[in-house]
Structure formats: structure tokens, C-alpha cells
């Protein structure tokens, strides 16, 4: 799983970001077991720079009904006060006809969690399957 009981949340006054924009809107419809690129488009509109950042995949990275992405971390590049970061993951929809969210969030080199008091559940790509084919008779 994607727990970290030990992690340290970290806040630091100044550390702040904006959405901007994403790929892929919630609902969109995609055949069973495509292959997708998710981009998310997130400003810097603190005055800390971002170095060394990834968003960090929560929960399992696959499964039955789940999105599945090939690791944990997508590395975020490193984004000055007033610039904006692109980032992109290559995901996997669900093999069969469903619904499915995944959630991420940024996190420091270290792994802490840098935002913990805002963003309750991060960025996220919500994909409707639609289109699955019967087993083929034997």
C-alpha cells in the first residue's frame, strides 16, 4: 500500500501552489486497458522554490477496477515562485467496463507530504470505461 506512518508532514509558510490545468477531464471515456498520458499543469505561486519534488501516487498502484501507473513517483521538475510546473504520468485503464479515480500528491526529496493542510486529495484523473468484449467462446 501507499502508507507512511512515520511520514512527516511538512508545512512551510510561503509554500504554495495553484492547479492550472490537466489533460484527460474527469468522465472521460476510454476502451478497457488503454494506454494514457495525464498531464496536470500546477503554478508556484509561493515564494519557495520547488527542488527535488514528485507527486507521490496514493494508494495501491494496481488492481482489480484500479488505474494502473508503473510506479509510485513522477518526478515534478524543479519550478521558481511565479513559474509553472508540467507534469505528466503514463497510465493504464481498468481491463473492464468501470469508473476509476487515482489520487496524487506533492511530496518533498524526502517523501513528506508538502502541502498537508490544504489539498485534501491532491490531483486526480477520473476515467469511465466503457466497451468491454465478452470472452471469446472456447
Keep these: 500500500g501507499g502508507r ?8 512551510q ?18 476502451e478497457p486497458g488503454l494506454l494514457f498520458v495525464k498531464t ?5 505561486t509561493g515564494t519557495i ?9 496514493q494508494g495501491p498502484l494496481t488492481g482489480p477496477g484500479l488505474i ?7 518526478d515534478v521538475p524543479d519550478t521558481s515562485p511565479g513559474e509553472t510546473a ?4 503514463v497510465l493504464r485503464a481498468p481491463g473492464y467496463d468501470c469508473t476509476s ?13 508538502c502541502f ?3 489539498y485534501q486529495l491532491g490531483l486526480d484523473v477520473l476515467v469511465r470505461v466503457e466497451g468491454q468484449r465478452p470472452p471469446r467462446p472456447r
Design 4 to 11: 507512511h506512518p512515520d511520514r512527516q508532514l511538512r508545512h
Design 13 to 30: 509558510s510561503g509554500d504554495v501552489s495553484r492547479f492550472v490545468n490537466d489533460t484527460i477531464p474527469h468522465g472521460t471515456v476510454m
Design 40 to 44: 496536470w499543469w500546477i503554478e508556484n
Design 49 to 57: 522554490p520547488w527542488v527535488g519534488r514528485r507527486l507521490e501516487r
Design 68 to 74: 494502473t501507473s508503473p510506479t509510485r513517483y513522477v
Design 86 to 89: 508540467e507534469v505528466q504520468v
Design 101 to 113: 479515480i487515482a489520487y496524487y500528491k506533492m511530496v518533498d526529496a524526502e517523501g513528506n507530504l
Design 116 to 118: 498537508p493542510d490544504t
